[in-house]
């Protein structure tokens, strides 16, 4: 609310640098978030984008915020973060040749040091579904092999979400 008591609209292009600025400031201010004494962590201004981070990922749908992709000849691997309130989803889904050997999972991380193992995906719920190695950057009956691993890190990162809300 404004001085007058009166609601302000919030638009897109305000949501959009409001985004921008919590992102660029975010790591810079975890770490030293992380580096403090408890008694300093009260007044910390990571607090504050905390709650921004809440109110926007509660507006918005969970999209990544980093991922790299690797690969060799016989793997390729997805590892993407998410962020969800005060919480941040490493998704890692490595996709070999043989199925036993392949995996995918969640871990969630917080600026005060806690990490928690969410989900161990097997990789029969979904290694079929995704190409090859050799076929990774897509034969007509696949779509492209990194692309089929961002969607199974997305069905991840979609289910810690509802694991473990904000």
Known sequence: MNSNGSARIVTPDVI???EAVTD??????????GQQDL??????????LT???????????????????GSDPNT???DRHYRHGAWTFRVKVVRDYYPHQSWAT?????????????IDYPPSNWHRNTPRCDDRFGPKSFEPGF????RVADELAAQAVLILPV
Do not use: C, M
């Open 16 to 18: 959009a640098a409001i």
């Open 24 to 33: 660029y400031t975010w790591l810079s201010e975890e770490a030293d978030y």
């Open 39 to 48: 008694p300093d962590r009260a007044g910390h201004i990571f607090n504050d």
């Open 51 to 69: 709650v921004i981070r809440t109110w926007l990922d509660q507006a918005d749908s969970l999209k990544p915020i980093l991922e790299t992709f």
């Open 76 to 78: 390729y691997t997805l």
């Open 106 to 118: 969640v871990k969630a991380f917080k600026a005060d040091g806690v990490s928690i193992d969410i």
């Open 147 to 150: 692309a089929a691993l961002a």
